[in-house]
């Protein structure tokens, strides 16, 4: 395959509001180094990391390229060396450290997974970011089992959306909260046992009613620290992957310890390129089945040509969403 000497990527300038920071432009196209794949990128996930970095608060670890973008899904363009799983022409997607709203990305090929059975590329793009972070925080950190209650927040996220699939496909309870009725009733039509309108109802005297989780995973963080805590069952896990409320909280530790929970918090991006994959190796193993036989699924909320970047953004910002947002390129 002839690869173009330039492409089209989303650059960051001044300006933190999306109509202000994010424009195209004209960029070398990329070339796999050593254990890379080129991607000639068909699709690209828009992320909640993404509007942070926007924002400028929240860098790309070293060496990742300064375009925005954490997930893609296309076709192999070109194959380093020391790649030999990947041949030209496989569809792929894939987790990036950076660079997705481009037409073509280069990534550590252990990165990369085989586009699931039955899924079109929009589709798989929408799938590495949310599964990772599921897998890693729900089922490795958290250690949710077949059986046990699991409790998410903001249920019509992407993330959302993917942990109470993947968490019903384990075997577990699900419990799901959302602002409004409207999602809500999403929660349960993606297959939560039990949804939560926080916004008229106390999500800590509904979890507990039901008797309790045994695993949360939460965005918000602030006031719900405590919240959740006190929603756990004795040896509960609460298992926190973003600020959104904040990131100071007061908690009673005395509480925390006489019920024996734990209290973990982690972050996907930064981690070192050997964690990553073995991450792809586990993600692999045990989710792409679920999603292979239909148990897991991408929804996708709304689409946007890669030129249209900052709508896309706008979209997220508003929080109206219900599932993934997507740049096509």
Same mark, same amino acid.
């Given at each position: $395959?002839? #690869?173009?000497?330039?492409?089209?990527?989303?650059?960051?300038?001044?300006?933190?509001?999306?109509?202000?920071?994010?424009?195209?432009?004209?960029?070398?196209?990329? *070339?796999?180094? &050593?254990?890379?794949?080129?991607?000639?990128?068909?699709?690209?996930?828009?992320?909640? &990391?993404?509007?942070?970095?926007?924002?400028?608060?929240? +860098?790309? &670890?070293?060496?990742?390229?300064?375009?925005?973008?954490?997930?893609?899904?296309?076709?192999?363009?070109?194959?380093?060396?020391?790649?030999?799983?990947?041949? =030209?022409?496989?569809?792929?997607?894939?987790?990036?450290?950076?660079g997705?709203?481009?037409?073509?990305?280069?990534?550590?090929?252990?990165?990369? #997974?085989?586009?699931?059975?039955?899924?079109?590329l929009?589709?798989?793009?929408?799938?590495? %970011?949310?599964?990772?972070?599921? @897998?890693?925080?729900?089922?490795?950190?958290?250690?949710?089992?077949?059986? %046990?209650?699991?409790?998410?927040?903001?249920?019509?996220?992407?993330?959302? =959306?993917?942990?109470?699939? $993947?968490?019903?496909?384990?075997? /577990?309870?699900?419990?799901?909260?959302?602002?409004g009725?409207?999602?809500?009733?999403?929660?349960?039509?993606?297959?939560?046992? #039990?949804a939560?309108?926080?916004t008229?109802?106390?999500?800590?005297?509904?979890?507990?009613?039901?008797?309790?989780?045994?695993?949360i995973?939460?965005?918000?963080?602030?006031? @719900?620290?405590?919240?959740?805590?006190?929603?756990?069952?004795?040896?509960?896990?609460?298992?926190?992957? +973003?600020?959104?409320?904040?990131?100071?909280?007061?908690?009673?530790?005395? *509480? #925390?310890?006489?019920?024996?929970?734990?209290? /973990?918090?982690?972050?996907?991006?930064? *981690?070192?390129?050997?964690?990553?994959?073995?991450?792809? !190796?586990?993600?692999?193993?045990?989710?792409?089945?679920?999603?292979?036989?239909?148990?897991?699924?991408?929804?996708?909320?709304s689409?946007?040509?890669l030129?249209?970047?900052?709508?896309?953004?706008?979209?997220? %910002?508003?929080?109206? !969403?219900?599932?993934?947002? $997507?740049?096509?390129?």
């Open positions: $395959m002839i #690869l173009p000497e330039t492409m089209t990527a989303i650059a960051v300038r001044g300006g933190s509001g999306p109509a202000d920071a994010l424009f195209a432009q004209t960029v070398p196209t990329p *070339r796999p180094g &050593p254990g890379q794949i080129l991607i000639r990128v068909a699709a690209a996930g828009v992320n909640r &990391p993404d509007v942070l970095q926007r924002q400028g608060g929240y +860098a790309p &670890p070293p060496g990742a390229p300064d375009t925005l973008g954490l997930e893609v899904a296309g076709e192999v363009a070109a194959v380093g060396e020391g790649a030999p799983r990947w041949r =030209v022409g496989d569809r792929v997607c894939a987790l990036l450290g950076g997705g709203y481009a037409q073509y990305a280069a990534v550590d090929a252990r990165h990369a #997974l085989p586009v699931p059975a039955g899924l079109d929009l589709q798989a793009a929408a799938l590495p %970011e949310t599964a990772f972070t599921v @897998f890693s925080n729900v089922f490795e950190i958290g250690r949710l089992k077949a059986g %046990e209650t699991f409790l998410v927040h903001g249920a019509t996220s992407g993330i959302g =959306v993917m942990a109470i699939q $993947m968490a019903k496909a384990a075997g /577990a309870r699900v419990i799901a909260t959302g602002r009725g409207a999602k809500a009733a999403n929660a349960l039509a993606f297959g939560a046992d #039990l939560i309108d926080s008229a109802q106390d999500f800590v005297a509904a979890v507990m009613a039901d008797g309790g989780a045994d695993v995973l939460d965005m918000v963080a602030g006031d @719900f620290v405590q919240r959740n805590l006190d929603s756990l069952k004795p040896d509960g896990r609460l298992v926190q992957i +973003a600020v959104q409320a904040g990131s100071k909280a007061e908690i009673d530790v005395g *509480r #925390l310890m006489v019920r024996r929970l734990s209290f /973990a918090g982690s972050t996907l991006r930064p *981690r070192s390129p050997d964690e990553k994959a073995r991450l792809a !190796h586990a993600v692999e193993q045990t989710a792409w089945p679920w999603i292979a036989g239909g148990k897991v699924h991408a929804v996708i909320d689409t946007f040509p030129a249209e970047a900052a709508q896309a953004h706008a979209r997220i %910002e508003s929080a109206g !969403h219900v599932g993934k947002i $997507m740049l096509i390129a």
